[in-house]
């Protein structure tokens, strides 16, 4: 079984389990965003491959069936083993499902943060323009975000979209579960955005009193699923709602029917919220994947240790620098237990920063006044430390210029 110690040393244990992506030759704080595949990766795509050769278009029973082991692996994420999941490529398409399945003429009101995801930002902000009601609240206040938005709920309100772990700062929003009770104490939806906590921390439904809540996510960052694995965990009163953007997937069972003029069916539980003809490839890649984590005991608890020791050190690291505040700074007044998987620190500068970093091999991601550093569990310390060294240096040619 791994152990902190094994990730934390060089070579780091992991390290040699993703040997296409030179992890152990590379500084990739990238991992808040897109981390490395691991080599059985591969495995999935091939198999992909094989089975739509042998089997040209009967392979879909084979596909369907690795399907069900991604949602699985959502399932275990989820600690909600009776889960139904709709899967699709990306977040976007399960949102518009979800926003197209409410009553929006009779309530035509969303709240959420101004510290959303650019898949919420931009189509709500759309949907603002054409006519909806859109409530943004500020997110600056993490710690007050789920009070504040229970307390803007009206009559008129459809559906609460929220992050669990803010993407931009990495600030994990708590009392999710008071923000549930009051929803549906006023007749609306939950929308929880899992993206940033899966994989980063433990994110149980029950523990979380999310059972009447909607929870969206993918594995393209922190489960390192690639992409194309994003599913829709659906609460029980998904049964009796019917999104208006359905695929025909959504009616698969019953295509052998004889088509009669009536309201369009849907099917029961994930698949009512299904998509069209997808690419599966996908799904092979990611139940490879899920298995690999489960094989190595790369278990939420465990990440969780990991991440928190990372990100400490990078904490650590950037504290020892001394940077001018006016230049960078990081929200050192909160712990760094109320963070995800990441660090983020504040920079005017942020785009020039990461261009200087990059020059000097340290990937990292800048958006807005953010440098992003993402560590993940196949780096070892002294990677993170080299990392940190480059952003000296990067420091002190912005205080120079």
């Known amino acids: 079984m791994i152990e902190l110690d094994d990730l934390r040393r060089t070579p780091n244990s992991l390290a040699s389990d993703y040997s296409a992506f030179r992890v152990a030759d590379r500084l ?73 399945a409410l009553d929006l003429r009779r309530r035509p009101r969303l709240i959420t943060s101004d510290g959303e995801f650019h898949t919420l930002r931009r189509q709500l902000a759309r949907l603002d323009e054409a006519g909806l009601e859109v409530v943004r609240l500020s997110a600056r206040r993490a710690e007050t975000l789920a009070e504040r938005m229970a307390a803007a709920l009206d009559e008129r309100t459809s559906a609460v979209l929220v992050s669990a772990v803010l993407f931009e700062t990495g600030r994990i929003v708590p009392n999710v579960g008071a923000l549930a009770r009051a929803c549906a104490a006023a007749g609306a939806e939950l929308l929880v955005d899992a993206y940033h906590a899966l994989g980063a921390l433990p994110f149980r439904i029950a523990e979380l009193e999310l059972e009447a809540a909607w929870i969206v996510g ?53 698949a009512r919220f299904a998509g069209s003809t997808y690419d599966p490839t996908s799904h092979y890649r990611g139940a490879r994947v899920f298995a690999f984590f489960e094989e190595r005991g790369l278990s939420p608890e465990l990440l969780r240790t990991v991440y928190l020791h990372q990100t400490g050190l990078l904490a650590d690291c950037f504290d020892k620098l001394d940077a001018p505040e ?68 990067a420091v002190s040619a912005l205080s120079s210029s």
């Open 218 to 270: 993918g594995g393209y960052k922190y489960l390192q699923l690639g992409e194309g694995n994003c599913f829709l965990r659906l609460p029980p009163q998904a049964e009796t709602m019917r999104p208006v953007l359905t695929g025909w997937f959504a009616e698969f069972e019953q295509l052998a029917a004889e088509g009669e003029d009536k309201a369009v069916a849907y099917a029961s539980g994930g």
């Open 28 to 100: 990739l704080l990238t991992g808040h965003s897109h981390q490395a595949w691991p080599d059985v990766a591969r495995e999935g795509q091939i198999e992909a491959f094989e089975d739509a050769a042998l089997c040209v278009d009967e392979k879909w029973d084979r596909a369907f069936a690795k399907a069900e082991r991604v949602r699985d692996g959502f399932r275990r994420l989820l600690g909600d083993p009776g889960a139904e999941i709709a899967l699709a490529q990306n977040t976007h398409e399960l949102v518009t499902r979800f926003l197209s």
């Open 326 to 393: 006016r230049l960078m700074q990081r929200e050192r007044a909160v712990p760094l237990d109320h963070f995800g998987g990441f660090l983020a620190i504040e920079c005017p500068q942020s785009a020039a920063v990461a261009e200087r970093l990059a020059e000097d091999g340290v990937q990292v991601d800048a958006r807005g006044r953010y440098i992003r550093l993402g560590p993940a569990p196949y780096l070892s310390d002294a990677q993170l430390e080299a990392a940190m060294e480059r952003l000296e240096d």
